[in-house]
DNA sequence: TACGCCCCAGTTTTT
DNA sequence: CTGGGGCGTA
């Protein structure tokens, strides 16, 4: 392996750094995960580092996985039993070991969004919260704060002693908290905290990990939490072999509880760390980049840097204005098969938008036009209902102490177990204290119920002590298989006439084959291993790169991906920045962030579009163009125009066809809006129209002086042409955007 | 117990 | 406009 012509000067210098805390600040497209990989091929050939010595962590799967296959390709199998995954895997594998020591069973259940929201109203209900005074959402995310944080329930009841509102959410974090014990389950933020909690409690478990992972690497660092942040400290304070890589410019997670601070302060929590800048970009040409540049200079709170491109400067990118949200997608979707007839393959096209909600319109327009896609996001595979439900039984046999689940399907398929019967159940488990599965394996001893119900709870009953006892025969989709037939689930749904049904019945069998890869993939395989993996994954792990099919994916889900050909939609204020981001500084810099992602994931194309008119909640609203259309100069874009003055239309010729197509749309003026907005669009002099321009014309332009037309090229929405200048030689200028004029 | 109607809220979400 | 949840009625 010779790193130093595989890597540029920096990567080499931050994959060879080995010893001591390192920060690499990686920008955009700077290739930060060939530095990594690098970086750990180099400790195992060239150092003699044991693979098993090694942490690395990373935010998704699909990163870890990827890092994992591009290291086994170097180093060779050793790889695939490292250390490589998510802060979640990391921790539920640990917790897995050791969490007995804080009282939980270690076949524990992770507790996704849904489960927590009825974990949740279960606790309200119980601690008579008003749910109009509280909402089932706020408490969560009070409580994901706190977690987040490292702050306990009575941390956070004592820190707000005085204050009532907060009391009562107090409490209603502790009973949550007792209640997830009680079901033997974590939520996703209770990895982390447990983890950090198992450690401060029991400084052998500590110990034993600090002297295991000699060397740790946390990818994506401008993205961890307190707790996150805490954790690796824990780890690495005494050796202080930590290499941090991240961006904060490409910080987007506030929201989540993503603390930009720790990348920030990165060096007054190692003083002594290296730093390491990876300012060269081999993914954007020149004008994009540099649209991005112009946007995330304007934020304050952040590391000095500055990317530049190695690319060509490129095209300009493409501002459109469209009259309605309908209009954009149309344009968008033309764009998309008149850059596709040019040669590119439709998996080149990435549509980006601020919220999922967007996603429609461009759907409905490629759906029309036959054009295959894949969007990512909405409602996930393993959110679905009937996924949940066989999910549901899964984890009920594998974890008997977990209610949640078994709420849920308890009278699914119907087995007459209603609310009422469900609530004597519930209430008999409370005062016995026994788990509620118990009392319903001798619902008879108790004397709660009448025969009617008794006879339906012991039928499902029998059914779990069937599923349990199979558990130990069956392989994981056998035992699916099994379930579903069972239970009557299959059943139920193949004799609905419902196409809603009948693709519940593709889904269902698409979590069997999911099943069987798992099998076919673990080395033993388990029935609560295989669960911690459906809990742990999300859609984009699945996405496919190789598919020919334009994505469609909200800017964050972007992250981390590059793509030829982007179009950035939905460029309003109001929706990107959203109408919240304007009133904070912060946000308005974390949205600014957002919009730097966005642009960055472009190679070669971008477009920037937005519409005067769009339903929002099936309203019809008017946002102006966004603020950040206007931070990017204007040597460095093309504004199209969909309906326009005559004039206008012959500049652009291409463009021409989609204002025709919007007759009867109400025609605008943008620059008014501009104005309108705030801003002051360059006024520059008439430009040439299409028309006039021939081979041998005689220009005059405003700064070059006179010439004649040597080469004329239609490209995407413009004209190339060369002029040669008396006096300054051949120029190659775009003719929209160049102030020239035909001289007879 | 089960369905249907009404009302409400409604970013972004690697786990 | 959507989807979800609460609540009332058959």
Known sequence: ?????????????????????????????????????????????EKGISPYDLLAITFTNKAANEMKERIVSLVGNVAHSMWISTFHSSCARILRMDIDKLGYKSDFTIYDTYDQKSLMKQVM???????????????????????????????????????????????????????????????FDD???????????????????????????????????????KLVRLLTIEHKNICVVGDDDQSIYKFRGADITNILDFEKDFPDARVIKLE????????????????????????????????????????????????????????????????????????????????????????????????IGGVKFYERKEIKDIVAYLRIISNPLEEVSLRRIINVPKRS???????????????????????IYDVEKHDILTNRGINAVNGFADLIKDFTKKK??????????????????????????????????????????????????????????????????????????????????TIH???GLEFPAVFIVGMENGLFPSAGDLDSKSDLEEARRLAYVGITRAEDLLYMTYAESRMVYGRTVNYPPSDFLMDIPNNLKVFLRGSK????????????????????????????????????????????????????????????????????EDITNDVKVTVAFDSKGLKTLMLSLAPLEVID
Do not use: C, W
């Open 472 to 553: 130990e025969e069956l392989s994981v989709s056998e035992l699916v298989e099994y379930i579903l037939v069972e239970t009557g689930y299959l059943k139920e749904l193949e004799e609905s006439k419902s196409p809603e049904d009948l693709s519940r019945v593709e889904n269902l069998g698409e979590f069997v084959n999911l099943a069987i890869e798992y099998e076919k993939s673990a080395e033993e395989p388990n029935l609560f291993e295989f669960l911690e993996n459906i809990a742990l994954v999300s859609d984009i792990d699945s996405y496919d790169e190789d598919e020919d099919a334009v994505t469609l994916m």
């Open 280 to 375: 060269k970009n081999y993914r954007s040409v020149g004008s994009i980049l540099n649209a991005a540049n112009s946007i995330i200079r304007m934020n304050d709170n952040r590391s000095d840097k500055n990317l530049i491109t190695t690319r060509d400067v490129g095209e300009k990118l493409k501002v459109y204005k469209a009259p309605t949200d309908v209009a954009e997608a149309m344009f968008v979707v033309s764009e998309i098969e008149k850059i596709y007839r040019d040669g590119r393959k439709y998996g080149e096209f990435a549509i980006l938008y601020r919220t999922n909600a967007q996603s429609r319109r461009f759907e409905e327009r490629l759906m029309k036009e036959g054009i295959p896609y894949r969007l």
């Open 557 to 559: 889900s972007a992250k």
């Open 125 to 187: 209900e119980q601690s008579n919260l008003d749910p109009k005074s509280f909402s089932e959402k706020e408490i969560r995310g009070v409580i994901s704060n706190a977690k987040n944080s490292l702050i306990t329930p009575f941390e956070y009841k004592k820190e707000h002693e005085h204050d009532y509102r907060k009391n009562r959410i107090a409490d209603a974090y502790i009973l949550y908290q007792k209640k997830l014990k009680e079901n033997n389950a974590l939520d």
């Open 645 to 712: 003055t005559k004039s206008r239309r012959k500049v652009n010729p291409h463009t021409l066809k989609y204002g025709e197509r919007q007759q009867g749309v109400k025609d605008f003026n943008l620059d008014e809006i501009l104005e309108r907005a705030g801003q002051i669009i360059d006024s520059k002099p008439k430009n040439l129209e299409n028309m006039e321009i021939e081979l041998g014309s005689k220009v005059k332009h405003s700064a070059f002086g006179e010439g004649t037309i040597v080469s004329k």
């Open 1 to 45: 392996m010779e790193l130093e012509k595989l890597l540029n000067s920096e990567q080499y210098e931050a994959a060879t750094t080995i010893e001591g805390p390192l920060l690499i600040l990686a920008g955009a497209g700077s290739g930060k995960t060939r530095v990594l990989t690098y970086r750990i091929a180099h400790m195992i050939e």
């Open 417 to 439: 177990i209603g609310e009422a019967t469900l609530g004597k159940l519930s209430d008999r488990a409370i005062e016995a204290e026994e788990n509620m599965l118990d009392i």
């Open 191 to 229: 990895i982390i905290m447990k983890t950090v909690e198992l450690f401060e409690k029991h400084k052998d478990v500590l110990e034993k990990y600090r002297e295991k992972f000699k060397y740790v690497m946390v990818d994506e660092y401008q993205d961890t939490n307190h707790a996150q942040y």
